[in-house]
Structures are given as structure tokens and as C-alpha cells.
């Protein structure tokens, strides 16, 4: 029996261990926030960072002079791979212990093409061409996901070029909670050879002829009589 002292000691090293790995996360998280917000003050980005208690979001918003795709494309403008070279490095780094998700967002201006039959389309295409190019900078698979939100999240209403401008973004939300590892497995799984089942629960052997009734064995032991032949019919 563990007694109440060393169980409740045993808890508050389990809380404690967490609180110092929470406290480590978010000074990378910190930190990496920090890092972002520098870039854009210098102008070297556009866009915005802001971190909640799920985690950290960076947006990357168009400029006049800045568009990261093509209107109703999915591939990288130059100017778009210029941001991602200088956001990469920062992400890689909370790469190593956080998932990151890369949302498309469009505007509300519809498109019907062969290739994409809606800003949904258009929106995951363009989210997954950067889930690429990460993939392309040494980032683990596992860490990245792409999804689309198409024309349905904007941020300001699409009035004008210049709303719709800040509308076509993509966000990479870094969520707070590690990646769980899976463990190893132990071995390989137990495999059952022919004949070798397990018999059923519910089977159970015939019961004993001596445990029915007396009527029914002298029925069982009295042999069939046996039929008599057909009469011969005249004339034969």
C-alpha cells in the first residue's frame, strides 16, 4: 500500500515537471514571437503575430507591391519565397517540439476554373504549396498540416482591393501542446496458427444418454421395423 505522504509527494513532482516543460515551451514560443514581430517592424515582413493560450498564429498579409500567388493560382510568386526564406529558420526551430498548421485564406471574389471549383480549393492548393517548400527547408513531415478556409474567415469585410488585399493571407498557427510521440511497439503481434483457436466459451460437450428419460433410450435402442413389400399386382 502506498500511504497519503508519498502519493501526494509523487503528485506534486508530476506538476512540477510539468510546469517547468509548459515554462520552456512558451520561452520558445516567446521567443520565436519576438523574433517575428522584429522582422516585421524592419520591414523585412508583412504581416502580424499574436499568441493565445492555444498557441502562437503569424500572419503573412499582401502588400500592393507584395502578392503571394497569382490570381486564381496555387504556385509561390518570387516575392512569396523571399517572406518564407526569412520566416523558415523561426519555424523550423518550433518545428522540433510543436505542430504547424498552414492555413490559405482568400477573398470573396468566386472562381469556377477545371482546377479549383471554389476558393476552397484554391485555398488548400495554396496552403499545401507552402506545407512544400517547408518540406523543402528540412522540416518533418509529421510536424506540418495544411488546410483551406477559402473566402470564409476574412479579417476585414472585401469592400474594396485593399480589404480583399488583406483578406488573401496565410496564417501558420503553431499549436502550444507538443507533438505526442507514439511509442515503439514490443513486439510483433501474436499470431494464432491453424487449428489453434480458441474454442468457444459457450460450447459445451452433448449431455450423457443415461441422463434421459427412460422412455427415450428404450426408443433410441429399439430398432426400426422393417417395412413390408408391396403386394404383387395381378397379372404380373
Known sequence: MVNYADLMTEMVCFFVILYALSAALNK???KA????QDMIKEGKMSGQVAMDKEGMRITLEEQSQIAF???????????????????????????EKHDIIVEGHTDNIPIATKQYASNWELSSARATSVVKFLLGSDFKPKRLAAVGYGENHPIVPNDSETSRRKNRRVVFFIKNNPYPEASPATGPPAVLKPGEGAPA????????????????????????????????????
Open 28 to 30: 520558445d514560443m516567446q
Open 33 to 36: 514571437q519576438q523574433e517575428v
Open 69 to 95: 500567388f497569382e490570381s486564381g493560382k496555387a504556385d509561390l510568386t518570387d516575392q512569396m519565397r523571399v517572406q518564407m526564406d526569412k520566416l523558415a529558420p523561426v519555424l523550423r526551430k518550433l518545428s
Open 201 to 236: 466459451a459457450d460450447a459445451q460437450p452433448p449431455a450423457p444418454l443415461e441422463n434421459a428419460p427412460a422412455e427415450e433410450i428404450q426408443a433410441a435402442e429399439e430398432p426400426l421395423p422393417a417395412e413390408e413389400p408391396a403386394p404383387a399386382e395381378e397379372g404380373q
